[in-house]
């Protein structure tokens, strides 16, 4: 990075050290150009990643609706909340590990059609009946809207 007194590019780092509360690096440089000093903090940025949807506008991956979706599909089903949770643990890693910034929305359903077949099958063909119901698989993000409003799973 740049000086901030004269612009040149390349410093010596004197120190590093943890800093708020470990969650970023704190270097203490010196300009190798005009040898004065300055601080830099390092910390990583918080990893988001943006469904796309079928209008073009994005909206951020959640875990939480991943998991309040999969919740309501198998509800009266004698699927463990944990089990529910960890599944949509794996879907998020999963997606962040395959993804940076964007993620089709067809990632996602096909994870989760996977991740409730292997935990119930009932819940599986709820979810599935609501996903086929949509004119296209794009409109998995929707999808997951639709099961959390109505509810219509629950007959
Ligand atoms: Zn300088």
């Known amino acids: 990075m740049r000086c901030p007194y004269c ?7 004197l120190d590093s050290r943890p800093a708020r509360d470990g969650e970023a690096i704190r270097r203490r440089r010196e300009c190798l150009a005009c040898g004065r000093r300055f601080t ?9 990643l943006f469904v796309v949807k079928r209008d073009g506008s994005r909206e951020e991956f959640s875990r939480e609706k991943t998991f309040e979706s999969m919740r309501i599909a ?21 997606l962040f590990q395959e993804f940076e910034e964007e993620t089709p929305s067809t990632a996602i359903g096909e994870r989760v ?11 599986y063909v709820r979810f599935a009946s609501v996903y086929r119901a949509f004119e296209s698989p794009t409109d998995f993000w929707e999808v997951l809207d639709s099961v959390r409003q109505e509810e219509p799973l629950a007959r």
């Open 7 to 13: 612009g040149f590019i390349d410093q010596k780092v």
């Open 40 to 48: 830099t903090f390092e910390a990583p940025e918080r990893p988001r």
């Open 74 to 94: 198998c509800r009266k089903r004698p699927v463990p909340m944990d089990a529910l949770r960890d599944a949509a643990e794996r879907i998020e890693r999963d």
């Open 113 to 123: 059609m996977r991740e409730l077949q292997a935990l119930d099958g009932v819940a």
